[in-house]
């Protein structure tokens, strides 16, 4: 129920800093901030051959502690408060780094806005060292009889401290039925990939149309794409790039001077609109809009 549990998908980036809120790193896993503090986020690599993390994984993530005050740590939610209700649970990660005192694992459910309030499952604590240790959590997560459910809820996993700095690193976060932790289990990476653009899509490729041209008040561009993925809502955020310089509108020869006039999405479909431009065109030419890998659109649906 861990989707990217080894860290391999990382379609936001793999470096970031300044950060003194919450905020996604690697897919699915977040960097949790609550109260005043300043931290950075960065994928690492593992030596090849190392044999500290079974499985010869690639990739980690580490969280660095900069300064503050507040509370700072990793966070992950499994989407809908139902998963695995009522049944034992064994959560399981590799930790290490250089930071000092003493780190927090909890696991929660929480019945999402406007549901019940959160319930504490279980919680442990742990110091770190610059050698690799597995942490485990076991718990038996609670019937959810007499319980609401509201929006985005989910079961959930935070490991945090208060006040720290120096280096959290971590890999292999797997959670599973029963009462022992197996061996970390991923699966194949396309698979993941997939499972991942459910909550993120960063969206390149083309999308198709034609020239709507019909008056004042109405766009002049209508064109439109279907994702390979059905997103987790049906209307997420769509985030625009800071330039679209490098995106291609074709209709009867490349069109210039165009702008976006609004973005929608609806589970699977991308629809895009665009005025001006029309230089040359007229209503119901065919049209094809190509949007760029260096200036994607992202698609946003994350708990």
Same mark, same amino acid.
């Given at each position: 129920?861990?989707?990217?549990?080894?860290?391999?998908?990382?379609?936001?980036?793999?470096?970031?800093?300044?950060?003194?809120?919450?905020?996604?790193?690697?897919?699915?896993?977040?960097?949790?901030? %609550?109260?005043?503090?300043?931290?950075?986020?960065?994928?690492? %690599?593992?030596?090849?051959?190392?044999?500290?993390?079974?499985? +010869?994984?690639? +990739?980690?993530?580490?969280?660095?502690?900069?300064?503050?005050?507040?509370?700072?740590?990793?966070? @992950?939610?499994?989407?809908?408060?139902?998963?695995?209700?009522?049944? &034992?649970?064994?959560?399981?990660?590799?930790?290490?780094?250089?930071?000092?005192?003493?780190?927090?694992?909890?696991?929660?459910?929480?019945?999402?806005?406007?549901?019940?309030? /959160?319930?504490?499952?279980?919680?442990?604590?742990?110091?770190? %060292?610059?050698?690799?240790?597995?942490?485990?959590?076991?718990?038996?997560?609670?019937?959810?009889?007499?319980?609401?459910?509201?929006?985005?809820?989910?079961?959930?996993?935070?490991?945090?401290?208060?006040?720290?700095?120096?280096?959290?690193?971590? /890999?292999?976060?797997?959670?599973?039925?029963?009462?022992?932790?197996?061996?970390?289990?991923?699966?194949?990476?396309?698979?993941?990939?997939?499972?991942?653009?459910?909550?993120?899509?960063?969206?390149?490729?083309?999308?198709?149309? @034609?020239?709507?041209?019909?008056?004042?008040?109405?766009?002049?561009?209508?064109?439109? &794409?279907?994702? %390979?993925?059905?997103?987790?809502?049906? &209307?997420?955020?769509?985030?625009?790039?800071?330039?679209?310089?490098?995106?291609?509108?074709?209709?009867?020869?490349?069109? &210039?001077?165009?702008?976006?006039?609004?973005?929608?999405?609806?589970?699977?479909?991308?629809?895009?609109?665009?005025?001006?431009?029309?230089?040359?065109?007229?209503?119901?030419?065919? /049209?094809?809009?190509?949007?760029?890998?260096?200036?994607?659109?992202?698609?946003? /649906?994350?708990?």
């Amino acid at each position: 129920n861990i989707i990217n549990g080894g860290f391999r998908i990382w379609q936001r980036g793999t470096s970031w800093s300044g950060l003194i809120a919450s905020g996604f790193t690697a897919d699915r896993h977040k960097l949790y901030i %609550s109260g005043t503090f300043n931290a950075s986020a960065s994928q690492q %690599s593992f030596a090849v051959g190392q044999s500290e993390v079974p499985g +010869y994984p690639i +990739y980690y993530l580490r969280i660095t502690g900069n300064s503050g005050s507040g509370t700072c740590g990793w966070e @992950y939610k499994i989407e809908d408060v139902r998963t695995l209700a009522e049944k &034992s649970v064994t959560f399981s990660m590799y930790v290490k780094g250089t930071a000092g005192g003493t780190f927090t694992l909890s696991m929660y459910q929480d019945f999402g806005s406007g549901g019940s309030a /959160a319930v504490t499952v279980a919680t442990t604590t742990s110091t770190i %060292s610059s050698n690799w240790v597995r942490l485990v959590l076991t718990a038996v997560l609670p019937s959810l009889s007499g319980k609401s459910i509201g929006d985005d809820s989910c079961v959930q996993f935070r490991f945090e401290q208060a006040g720290w700095t120096g280096n959290l690193d971590i /890999a292999h976060t797997q959670l599973e039925v029963g009462d022992v932790a197996t061996e970390f289990a991923a699966g194949p990476v396309d698979m993941e990939l997939a499972r991942c653009r459910r909550y993120f899509f960063k969206y390149f490729g083309n999308l198709w149309g @034609y020239v709507r041209a019909t008056g004042p008040g109405n766009p002049d561009w209508v064109l439109r &794409s279907c994702l %390979s993925i059905t997103m987790r809502v049906r &209307s997420p955020a769509v985030y625009l790039p800071s330039s679209i310089s490098s995106w291609v509108l074709e209709s009867a020869g490349e069109a &210039s001077g165009y702008t976006i006039r609004w973005i929608a999405h609806d589970y699977t479909d991308l629809t895009i609109t665009l005025d001006g431009g029309l230089e040359g065109r007229t209503r119901g030419m065919g /049209a094809w809009l190509g949007v760029t890998e260096d200036q994607p659109l992202l698609i946003d /649906a994350e708990l």
